[in-house]
């Protein structure tokens, strides 16, 4: 992607979530767009806090009480929405949604944005959004479908 373009956020602006629900092939468009694209996700601690806490810390805003970790399709979303010199990570869509499955996230948050619930993440990502009995993530439940 170059870095005049902000292609995902183009595709965001043009496609509403109805569209996104209702069309499999806008939605299969949008998860190929978002995997292959650099995401930009503020964090809160300096590099020396993140090496002492073994790790980062990503912000997150609540949306209907839920918190939803923030992300963004560029650095200038990320600026006009926190800031300009707020501290952030940047890293493709494929690793950074890979590391928030089971969680919520919204992207570009605004009008035009998207939230995103796990089962969505699981199907940017070409996973089941209810994994099988024995598969990582399944969950035992009245409809799992296996004897117990």
């Known amino acids: 992607m170059s ?3 902000d292609e995902l956020a183009d595709m965001l602006a043009q496609a509403d979530a109805q ?3 209702h069309d499999p092939i806008l939605r299969k468009a ?3 767009g978002i995997l292959a694209s650099d995401l ?3 964090v809160e601690q300096s590099e020396d806090e993140q090496a002492q806490a073994g790790g980062v810390s990503l912000q997150a805003m609540p949306i209907n009480d839920t918190p939803h970790v923030l992300l963004f399709s560029s650095k200038e979303k990320l600026g006009a929405f926190m ?3 707020t501290r952030f990570a940047r890293a493709s869509g494929l690793d950074i949604l890979t590391q928030l499955q089971g969680n919520f996230a919204v992207l570009n948050p605004g009008p035009t944005g998207r939230a995103l619930a796990p089962e ?3 199907e940017i990502l070409g996973k089941s959004a209810n994994p099988a009995h024995g598969e990582t993530g399944h969950v035992h439940g009245p409809n799992c479908g296996h004897k117990h």
């Open 30 to 32: 949008f998860s190929v």
């Open 19 to 21: 569209k996104l629900t």
């Open 40 to 42: 930009f996700v503020p």
């Open 83 to 85: 800031g300009a010199n």
């Open 3 to 5: 870095k005049d373009k």
């Open 120 to 122: 969505d993440i699981a």
